[in-house]
């Protein structure tokens, strides 16, 4: 139970990290964030995204705009906000700090 | 061949097969229960519905398909991901801690458990208590002159219903999370599939046959309401005579031995025997009473309190309770088997004319004067008759028969004792102790009302005849209040109309007691 809290933790604060990431790239359709989540290995369904996406958008950080489809109903494309895009400056460098922080942690560990 | 609907997500349409949309309308069903504690809710489910359908779409050209079949929608709900893979990634997500704020208690009422509106299930819940007492206590209050009427009247005005899960939840006290929220959804999932199952609902379409339905349905809800009203009374009144029972059992095992409650069918009883008559009479009684009350409730209520192992175990209790007084019943009543009797002759001097009156004095045994503490002073035995006639213990009062004497200067009264017992010997010891009194005072002749039981003796069938012997042309005169003693006569048959004298006059003549006024006018001859 601990370890399954700690690993959702972990996983949490990453995939918004990755999200913000993604979608920094620029414009893009929330099935196109699921691939390159699914590329690298984060996340399994779809249906988990939705959620999120609504959060961040509420939360200031995207933005969505309409764009008609070929197949099927009008697409949402995401971009990052202005403040999207200084949360993700502020997520990059506590990431290096992480990194640094774990690297230097586990230094010397062997890890399987 | 199968059976396809036609369906529209978000103005795409799709003719899915019946079975396919089932799968689906469920997979919705759980998104947006499962969505629905977020304020985002409609947005997420609408981007989950948008992207459903595109995927429906791709799959049906790549496929040159036309239909959406059960094995698309179960492959693309997987990618989609079931509640249960959601649950799993956002376990810890803020939204938990964001939505688990505890929200205070609220007062709705219960529409899915009601009987007339849910007043009373929602009162139940909000201040925790068993929703039946709350039941009970209104009808209780309905039966103080109507009160609960206008209280119920009152709440169901002011209580709004719980008609959103948050608000059930809420109604409930429930922290609103999301494995309450599940269960809570599920409960509700159930309770319409067990309706649906029972086929209470079929989709008619059919405008008529739901008025009839409904009609019947609000015709059957009215009966099950006075049933349950009905049911309400029995357990009320039950509960109050078992109380009543109980209270009194225990009262009677207190006092069983005081002289205050021997009256008949007790003074019978033995005193060795009192207490498992007493107790089997209980259990005979109580037995019935609490099956009928658990048979209300189970009417009522729906509830089962007591299980088949109960019920025999209640069963066998009453039919050891019958055996038991069965046994002493019995015993008792042999007691009852021999007839003993005995005469007594006492003289009375004679007079011309004799007053025959009831003596108003009781004369109180050695006993009752201990008990009563009235051996002080100069108190000779005697008191005035106070109390209720009916409550005599059990002893018959005496029968008095005037005949003409065939000795014509010695008139006398013949007391008749006679009473029961298990043998001869013991029926005339009974009759022994049988005691009876009366007093001549001048031509007075004052009997006493009741006859007593000396030594404690039991009641055992015990009777005084009296047969007053008169020489002839004796005259009498009768006190009215004898009546009920002198059974050859009746004394009204001599009482002049519109008399006001409250005794008739008699004479004894060769034919035996004839009424004065009519012996006057024929007995003139000899």
Redesign the interface.
Known sequence: MLVENTQTQMRKGILEYCILSIISKGEIYASDIINELKKAQLLVVEGTLYPLLTRLKNNGLLSYNWIESTSGPPRKYYTLTQSGIDVLTKLDKTWNELLFAVNTSIDGRKIS | MNKTIIIN????VFHIEEEAYEVLRKYMTD?KAH?SY?K?SD??VT??E??L??MF??RL?SQNKQVVEVQDVVEIT?????VN??AR?????N?NQADNIKIGKKLHRDIDDKIIAGVCSGLGHYFEIEIKWVRILFVLSVLLSGTGLVAYAILWLVMPEARTRQEKMAMKGEAINLQNFKRSFDEEVNAINASYSSGNYQRTGDTIGEAVQSITNLISKILNFVVKLIGGFIVFAGSMALMALIVGFIFTLGFYDNQDINFFPLSAINPEYKSPLYFSAFILLIIPLAALLLFAIRVIFNKNLISRTGSFAMLILWLTGLAMGVFYGSKIASEFKEDARFEQKVSISPAAVYHLKLNPSKLLTHEDSLRLHLNRGEFNGNILEDYDEDKNNGVKKFHLEIEKSDDIFNPQLIKKFSARGATFEDALENAQNIGYNFTQVDSNILFDKYLYIKNNKLFRGQEVKLTLKLPINSKLIIDDNLNSHIHNRNLWECKPEHSKQNYTEWVVTYDGLKCLSDSTTVEEKP
């Not at chain 2, 997500?9 to 795409?12: E, K, Q």
């Not at chain 2, 990634?89 to 997500?93: A, I, L, P, Q, R």
């Open positions: 997500i978000n103005g795409i998104i969505f977020s985002d947005e997420i981007d989950i948008n992207r359908a595109e779409n791709e050209a997987a990618q989609m991901g079931t893979d959601f990634e956002d376990e810890e997500d939204f």
